[in-house]
């Protein structure tokens, strides 16, 4: 706690009308769409780390709304109907992002999304191939595009692969830097007169008479209303909640000359990802190899998921290049039972919108103004 507080500092910077926990994607859309309805509330976001740090500024920049594989596994759980409207949401999440931020701004380019299937995977290839129809009529009145998923084999040489029998292309998936992404929005919150606190962690919610009290890392905070954004963390404030964390591991190569890859690719049902970045490949995933010790909420990396990681480098994705790795780190996701996010009030007047399955710079945006709309309605 910080100790010299002037009587001007504990009367201005410690109560607002609004008050944010988290400043992911999901924080942020919030904040941003309850100052541009109500321009004369108080809002203050609260983040624990000195950046935001969870999964926004450390994702792998995919805008995407499914892979096929991806797409039959979320269907089993939602149903046609969910999924559809699950897909739409996603959808209409990018559509949000770049008209509030810009292409340009956020380094978006449509370069297109591939999900790559291995000789041995054939009975998944063939079973996700037959379900392109299926998911192109799906999607059509989403994107207003026929055909957006086809079968791509002939492409699989250009890529330099090894060891990829099957690829099917989504026309429509693109690749954004998601640490622009987070500095334009903290710019159009700033803008706004919305006020952020780094290095201020939550460690309670209490309810008092006179409204909410924030027990933190840097003292005690006032806020008529609380809306909780702390997504794979917020089991730490909100038990009650089904939320499961799962962290990702990253990994960048140094930059590598006459570099194939040109897109956003998928394999293993999601599982692993990787992407062209300034020249370089960045590659995640292997969280299936171990559930449990990648359910946590702490930061880290394992032996077996690197492993895992540098072995498709070489085997699959560089098998003709030398490569190193030169940056490492992890992120941390939330999922869940459902693939929808949690948006409700969970506790009278501390409301919350977490658990984006994955998939939050998709959905994160839409995610988060429908956590103001609903704290907005409670006013
Ligand atoms: C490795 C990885 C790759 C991914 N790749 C993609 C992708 O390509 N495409 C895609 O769409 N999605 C991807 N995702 C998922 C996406 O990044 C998330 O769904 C999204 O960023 C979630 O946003 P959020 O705002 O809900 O949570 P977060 O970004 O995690 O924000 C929550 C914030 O709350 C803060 N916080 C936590 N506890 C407290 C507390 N007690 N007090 C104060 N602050 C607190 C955290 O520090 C954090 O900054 C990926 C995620 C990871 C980890």
Known sequence: MIANLSYWEKKNFFAADIIIIGSGIVG??????????????????????FLPSGASTKNAGFACFGSISELIEQEKISGPAGLHQLISKRWQGLLKLRKLLGDENI?????????????????????????????????????????VYVSADQQISSFGFNDV????????????????????????????????????????????????????????????????????????????????????????????PRLKLKGTYHYDKGYYYFRNIDGRVLLGGGRNLDYETEATTAFGETPLVQQSLTKLLAEVILPDTSFEIEHKWSGIMAFGPQLSPIVEEAKPDVFCAVRCNGMGIAIGSHTGEAAAELLIKSL
């Open 28 to 49: 942020l859309n919030a904040a941003l769409t309850i100052k541009e309805k109500l321009p004369n509330l108080s809002v203050f976001v609260l983040e624990r780390g």
């Open 107 to 147: 380094d978006f380019h449509q370069h297109g999304g591939y999900e790559l299937f291995r000789p041995n995977e054939y009975t998944l290839a063939e079973h996700c191939v037959a379900k392109l129809s299926h998911y192109n009529a799906m999607i059509e009145d989403i994107v207003h595009q026929k055909n």
């Open 165 to 256: 029998q099957y690829l099917i292309e989504n026309k429509l998936e693109a690749q954004l830097d998601p640490g622009r992404m987070m500095k334009a929005l903290i710019a159009k919150c700033m803008a706004l007169g919305i006020l952020f606190y780094t290095n201020c962690t939550v460690n309670q919610i209490n309810h008092e008479t006179n409204g909410l009290t924030l027990d933190t890392s840097q003292g005690f905070f006032k806020a008529k209303k609380v809306l909780v954004a702390n997504n794979a963390f917020v089991n730490e404030l909100l038990p009650d909640l089904a939320v499961v964390p799962g962290r990702g591991q990253v990994v960048v190569t140094k930059p590598i």
